[in-house]
């Protein structure tokens, strides 16, 4: 049994028989984990801290067929801030899902481990804004898993989306936008409120930190990245992990 070591983001911390706590966690070397804390919810646990969701741990673990199984963990940095606020907390387990609804089979990505530890750290540190930072987050995943949204030209007729006049809309299935025109041939589209789609390159292209929309297009953003992730999910991983590649 392979012993490994790596920094992950406890993503889920399921109770599990008496004492015990199966953690999800994305971890910064080896993607997507799935291992099991055995008497971690005892009140001497040799754990110490806490494996709260969110929570940024340093973990060592041995790789089981299914399970792994956790031998040492030490907080990092908990994301407490995170937890007990909930306009962050509602951005940050929107976060999460997407995270594990794109990146369950993959072999890990450290890009994307540092996306998630930066947007919680901008979460933690910002008083407002969540939601902006929910969907910048969404809009870098996206393209980190290879489903970039086509924010330039329509997807269907090409046409520059620069100075268009009517009302632009987004189409989840194609991963883009549709001008008015193209809109009337496709009943998978939803409109967008004008500035969002300005507001939508200029998240794609600035620092998560950086990411502030207008609250009146916080929500259209949202909606465009929810919609554009459960699009292009892989069938199923959102639910389960998917075997994962690690040293054996
Ligand atoms: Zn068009």
Same mark, same amino acid.
């Given at each position: 049994?392979?012993?490994?070591?790596?920094?992950?983001?406890?993503?889920?911390?399921?109770?599990?028989?008496?004492?015990?706590?199966?953690?999800?966690?994305? /971890?910064?070397?080896?993607?997507?984990?799935?291992?099991?804390?055995?008497?971690?919810?005892?009140?001497?646990?040799?754990?110490?801290?806490?494996?709260?969701?969110?929570?940024?741990?340093?973990?060592?673990?041995?790789?089981?067929?299914?399970?792994?199984?956790?031998?040492?963990?030490?907080?990092?940095?908990?994301?407490?801030?995170?937890?007990?606020?909930?306009?962050?907390? &509602?951005?940050?387990?929107?976060?999460?899902?997407?995270?594990?609804?794109?990146?369950?089979?993959?072999?890990?990505?450290?890009?994307?481990?540092?996306?998630?530890?930066?947007?919680?750290?901008?979460?933690? &540190?910002?008083?407002?804004?969540?939601?902006? %930072?929910?969907?910048?987050?969404?809009?870098?995943?996206?393209?980190?898993?290879?489903?970039?949204?086509?924010?330039?030209?329509?997807?269907?007729?090409?046409?520059?989306?620069?100075? /268009? &006049?009517?009302?632009?809309?987004?189409?989840?299935?194609?991963?883009?936008?549709?001008?008015?025109?193209?809109?009337?041939?496709?009943?998978?589209?939803?409109?967008?409120?004008?500035?969002?789609?300005?507001?939508?390159?200029?998240?794609?292209?600035?620092? %998560?930190?950086?990411?502030?929309?207008?609250?009146?297009?916080?929500?259209?953003?949202?909606?465009?990245?929810?919609?554009?992730?459960?699009?292009?999910?892989?069938?199923?991983?959102?639910?389960?992990?998917?075997?994962?590649?690690?040293?054996?």
């Amino acid at each position: 049994m392979a012993l490994y070591k790596s920094k992950g983001i406890v993503l889920r911390s399921i109770r599990y028989g008496e004492a015990d706590r199966i953690l999800d966690l994305y /971890t910064h070397d080896y993607g997507m984990v799935s291992a099991i804390a055995k008497g971690i919810r005892r009140t001497r646990s040799r754990f110490g801290a806490r494996l709260e969701p969110l929570s940024c741990v340093d973990v060592m673990a041995y790789s089981g067929r299914s399970l792994d199984t956790v031998t040492q963990a030490e907080v990092l940095r908990s994301f407490h801030g995170v937890r007990e606020h909930l306009g962050r907390l &509602e951005a940050a387990g929107s976060m999460v899902r997407n995270v594990r609804a794109l990146s369950g089979g993959d072999e890990g990505d450290r890009r994307v481990f540092n996306l998630l530890y930066r947007s919680l750290e901008t979460l933690e &540190e910002r008083g407002a804004g969540f939601k902006s %930072v929910e969907a910048a987050f969404g809009l870098k995943l996206a393209t980190l898993a290879g489903y970039a949204p086509e924010l330039e030209a329509c997807m269907s007729c090409g046409a520059s989306l620069e100075g /268009t &006049e009517g009302l632009l809309y987004y189409a989840p299935v194609l991963g883009g936008i549709l001008c008015a025109d193209c809109r009337a041939e496709t009943a998978e589209a939803f409109p967008l409120p004008p500035g969002t789609l300005f507001g939508l390159r200029s998240l794609v292209s600035g620092p %998560v930190k950086q990411a502030v929309l207008e609250e009146r297009l916080e929500e259209s953003a949202r909606r465009v990245v929810g919609a554009h992730i459960l699009a292009h999910a892989p069938a199923a991983t959102s639910l389960e992990p998917r075997p994962r590649v690690r040293p054996a």
